[in-house]
């Protein structure tokens, strides 16, 4: 099984309001990303959008409108590049925006997400080796805060980790079990 990281971007943190997604983006290597910007659902009319969301991710709703691309059709690309693989994230909260993506476009959600903090939990690197391959991602100097380059960071992340738990005879690959699976409600 193929890992993929995968990373949303929203109109706000659902600590603000009601949040939905605006970018997704997906990795498997680390080097390249594939994202999609998302055009606002009908049903999302009166969701919570912040200053600070548009500012950190320098996007603003009518980018949204002018180049996203319409819900249902990020869910059937999405389903598609997805399809097989393990995809893992780098927090709970993406769960939920998969999730409202997917009741947006009135299509049944294609995966669950696991989160890399259970996945190295159970992988039994010391926290010293993990703290050491993530400074040497960020050093690597990924753009933050757009889904394609948090994916891409994430799917590094990975690869480097992959390397630590093979030289022990493991892998972080692996299909989810379905107590481990993230959905919104375990948020």
Do not use: N
Not at 35 to 40: A, F, K, N, V
Not at 84 to 95: H, K
Not at 110 to 139: H, Y
Not at 142 to 164: I, N, P, S, T, Y
């Amino acid at each position: 099984m193929h890992m993929i990281a995968i990373d949303f971007e929203a109109s706000c943190l659902p600590k603000h309001g009601l949040s939905y997604p605006i970018e997704v983006g997906i990795s498997e290597d680390g080097f390249t990303s594939r994202s999609w910007l998302i055009r606002p659902h009908a049903s999302w009319t009166g969701w919570t959008w912040t200053d600070e969301a548009e500012s950190l991710h320098r996007l603003c709703q009518a980018d949204l409108w002018r180049d996203g691309i319409p819900v249902e059709r990020v869910a059937v690309e999405l389903a598609q590049a997805l399809g097989g693989a393990q995809v893992i994230a780098d927090s709970p909260i993406d769960a939920y925006w998969l999730e409202t993506l997917y009741e947006a476009a009135a299509q049944p959600c294609p995966v669950e997400i696991q989160c890399v903090s259970e996945i190295l939990r159970e992988s039994g690197l010391a926290s010293c080796v993990i703290f050491d391959a993530q400074t040497r991602i960020d050093a690597m100097g990924f753009g933050r805060h757009r889904a394609g380059e948090d994916a891409r960071w994430l799917a590094a992340l990975l690869m480097e980790l992959e390397k630590q738990v093979q030289a022990k005879g493991q892998s972080l690959r692996r299909a989810p079990r379905p107590t481990e699976m993230l959905t919104y409600a375990a948020i």
